[in-house]
């Protein structure tokens, strides 16, 4: 194992301090961050891990799944960068984690172009580098040892087929269905997979139209922003899509101020992805009908990688994790008793 020097904090580093979001998940373990440490013993596997930011309850499970599997007590020594949902700041991180010469990377891509350089300057220094959760596209697939994550375009099609069920049941299937979508950060595989997978199905439907689709950035703030102008711009929304949780909490308070409601008992159906407690826990309260599961708990799935690795075993190039959803017809208040995030 090679000893890591850990080099002087970059400027604009942050803590995993997080932002008020609409979920009630704070951060556990404390990252490692930069600062005046010299030397790390070798009997630690040195990690260094370039996340994407804080936007989201679900990156803050994200984070804390990170920080709970890669502890000393486990043999890891943990860098965390967190890159403010900015590819610049990721791509900092990756080359300060190289000149550390740390014994794995792993990177959440913010977005999935732009990375061949810094992967190849990771290959260069023979650092392997895990991807997870997001995807980053390469002309060379052998820049990276592997991906983890959902498949996106997955939870997009069961988010559309759902819909199209639950209308049937309401005998919806001849109406005319207006909807929006609250996208994700444009460009990144969250967001490409679920407008992609939801898109197979509205085609489906000759009598479903995208009225918009406009990015909320994965944010509750810039949710709430976008689904006040789609509510100006558009009187009849039947369904507004948020690509994820908080985009959702923040479209509720939209529809809210606007004097509208949502729900099973409102008249604008709100789906979104991530389906964490806090989401649970709004369609308990009536105000969303429907959340797409995306698992964060990505830590012990990268431990099970860099350990086989370590063994010197191949290890899958591409590996997905279970996923399924959650309406209000199911037994919510049970689920969420045994909910792990
Ligand atoms: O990449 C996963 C997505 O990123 C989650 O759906 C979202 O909440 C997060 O910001």
Known sequence: MKKAYIMLCMAGCAAGILAGCGGKIEQ???????GDLTEVGDEYVVVGFAQVGSESDWRRANTNSFNETFTEENGYYLLYEDGQQKQENQL????????????????????????????????????????????????????????????????????????????????????????????????????LGRTEGFGQILEQHGNWTMLDRQSGDFTQAKGEEVMEQFLEDYEDI???????????????????????????????????????????????????NAAFECNPLLGPEVDEIIQALERGEPVEKTRYVEETYYDTSMDLETILENRAY
């Open 92 to 191: 900092k991180a990756m080359r300060n984690f190289i000149l550390q010469e740390v014994d794995y990377i792993v990177l959440d891509p913010i977005v999935e172009t732009g990375w061949d350089g810094v992967l190849e300057e990771a290959k260069d220094a023979g650092i392997p580098v895990i991807l997870s959760d997001r995807y980053a596209e390469t002309a060379d697939a052998s820049l990276y040892t592997c991906w983890v994550g959902s498949d996106f375009e997955e939870e997009g099609r069961r988010a559309g087929e759902w819909l199209a069920m639950y209308l049937e049941n309401r005998g919806r299937t001849r109406e005319e269905i207006r909807i929006v979508t609250l996208q994700g950060t444009p460009g990144s595989t969250a967001q």
């Open 28 to 34: 556990t373990a404390e990252p490692f961050l930069y």
């Open 238 to 288: 039947d369904v507004v899509v948020c690509e994820n949780d908080n985009m959702a909490f923040g479209a509720v308070e939209a529809i809210r101020k606007a004097g509208r409601t949502c729900g099973p008992d409102g008249d604008i159906i709100v789906i979104c992805f991530d389906a964490m407690e806090a989401a649970l826990e709004a369609m308990m309260r009536g105000e969303i």
